[in-house]
């Protein structure tokens, strides 16, 4: 495998990350210089990464039980642990069946640290609500479809709901240590499975300013409000896109990091990579050699049908239709999904130098088959999935 | 008119780079050291910078003759030459009938040296070809719509005329001076205007190719080779947007230019400006303090109605959606279109800093007015028409 890929990998990998920060003893935890004494821990993970978080947790722990809710499909068993599969992104009823299970667990079990281990996915694999079922996911749809922020529907969801927006910390008898993977870009903890265990700052008034705006007030009767404070519940950032950023910095050459937060269109993203190298080999911009750093989520708007492709797969096509050629220009672009798939690919991303030539291009970037193109010409990555999300990292080589 | 902005204007004037670059003498003309001797000079310009280009000869030479092709609704007069109205984008009659003016004029004037003034727009302002007005119009509208790249569209318009691709040359009685100044990004002489004077290495195969592919092949028969060499022809680019940046550079704090090559979608380059500061003070990024500097042609696409708005408006809003405000950033955000028009409105662009607040910004960001909302904050920048085209200057400073 490419060594900048493994890297990738690596740095985003949540056991190893954990290792890194979390020292267990026999009798305490200790994570940052914070102590946090413990007979009879308990564990409960959701989200994309809580197969190797709990699994860090397992090896280290003589006695532990707990709750491990995955993704539908992940076929995984865990020693010592329940596993739940549950859905994301979108709420099923195995949703509320897992925050269901997750209360009876919190109620019934007899701990006294509740270690809670949180990453991205888990406002969908994990609800509990008073709305019924049928209604929430009216609900929910009609959010995503209304085209409001990721940050406007998340606080709508943390108010229609008995566990997010800091509330599940009411339902545990012990203190609790939540570690965090966040696969948010810009670092807003509580919006990371929409805080299950974290205060949260937005109010039953926004959500019903949110829901009006969009032209669905009628909901606003189930909202209910989250805790604007938390108690006994401690928040740590284990991993995410800043953390394998500064790492990826340590280990490549003359790094630049331009951003973490990348969004909108991914294949405007591909075309202004391929302007700055351009505009570096017009000797004007940033300074060969270089390795220009940056991670998020930029994304795909899909209009009609569309072939096997994926953000990264359209960031990839649109920096090689764009970029020039020229006998002594050098560039290599890693775009890489951390969780190994990338859209409805099998593939986490792809890498592409100035030797790749995809000819036809325009009918796989208008037909969205980014995929089929770069199969052709071999420049695909195939990593299967990591059980991990930290969003997705692009790494610019520029000799 | 804040300092930034005029500097912008004027690094982006034709007038005041032909003087930097231009030295009349009585009998002669001298650029980057290269002679030409006249004693009948005339002059041609053709685009939206041909109003200034074609004054600074009028002004220098005592005894001038020639035309001047200016967008409709210009409403200029110069001495000692003819002014005609054309239009553009669209090839329309008027485009006819000022190519048929210009061939008229080289074919029945007296020179010894004529001066071409070349500027973006060009390539519709100036058309003479053996395809019949109606069919060449109904090719250009459904070039356009194929989404293929202007690229594209300009190697089809080449082999399609009588003019363009190096044919000009074959018209002029004298040496041709070609003086240009560029609206294309990544500095490619022979795509502005669809390069009369200069040789074109796209050939009649590259143009059936795209024909073909989408679905216009029947139109083949109308192809004309392009000129390979051109002869007495001698080509300079006088301003493009690469030498507004480098001017830029020197005048303000830490510079450092991105790209001059700005493409994509313009409200995705508004959010991705927004994450590099966002990331600079997650103390990862860009070190401040530091001023970012780019150019180029971010679009935008739009589905249905549109209110009053523009390109750099769509930066600005996409930027003040997603920078986040701390007490001790300090950022400003210029985005300006160096022709003085963006989009359907009457400004050239807009300035936005840490203190500008835009309520309900998502229905000026769906309903495309963007002008609507920064009119109402006060940050639009209206300069009035510049009769310059260098496309568009960002400029974003972080401190």
Known sequence: ????????????????????????????????????????????????????????????LKDVKGLVILPKGSYISLPKVEVIESTHPDISELSFKAGTEVIKFLKN?????LIFLLSGGASALMEYSNVPYEILRDINEKLVKSGLSVNEINIVRKHLSLI???????????????LIVSDVPGGDLSAVGSGPTLPDS??????????????????????????????NS???LILDINI?????????QNPIILSSEIRGDAYS??????????????????KPPYTLLAGGEPDVKIEGK?????????????????????????????????????????????????????????YYIYSHSSYEALEKVGRVIKTGYTFTNVNNVYVLEVT
Chains 1, 2 share one sequence.
Not at 1 to 19: C, G, H, Q, R, V
Not at 34 to 48: M, R
Not at 244 to 252: A, P, S
Not at 269 to 286: D, E, H, R
Request: net charge positive; aromatic share 10%; glycine share 8%.
């Open 306 to 362: 569309a072939g096997k492709g994926g953000r990264n797969g359209e960031v990839c096509l649109g920096f090689l239709k764009w970029v020039k050629r020229n006998s002594n220009h050098r560039f290599k672009l890693y775009a890489i999904a951390t969780d190994g798939i990338d859209g409805n690919s099998e593939y986490a991303g792809c890498i592409v130098d100035e030797n790749t030539i995809v000819d036809n291009i325009e």
């Open 202 to 231: 937005s109010t039953v008034d926004d959500a019903k300013l949110i829901l009006n705006k969009v032209g669905l007030g009628e909901y606003s009767k189930y909202l209910i409000e989250t805790k604007k404070e938390v108690h």
């Open 244 to 252: 394998v950023l500064r790492k990826l910095r340590d280990i490549v």
């Open 164 to 178: 997010k927006g800091g509330k599940l910390t009411e339902f545990s008898k012990a203190p609790i240590l939540t």
């Open 269 to 286: 993203f591909g075309q202004n990579l391929a302007g700055i190298v351009n505009t570096s080999f017009s000797n004007l911009g940033l």
């Open 1 to 60: 495998m490419d060594k900048i890929i493994e890297k990738i990998l690596t740095f985003s990998d949540p056991y190893i990350a954990l290792d890194e920060r979390v020292v267990i003893k026999k009798n305490e935890i200790i994570v940052d210089g914070n102590h946090f004494p413990y007979t009879k821990p308990a564990i409960i993970a959701v989200g994309k990464a809580s197969y190797k978080m709990a699994k860090f947790f397992i090896d280290k």
């Open 109 to 113: 079990e007899d701990y006294d640290l």
């Open 234 to 236: 401690f928040n740590f």
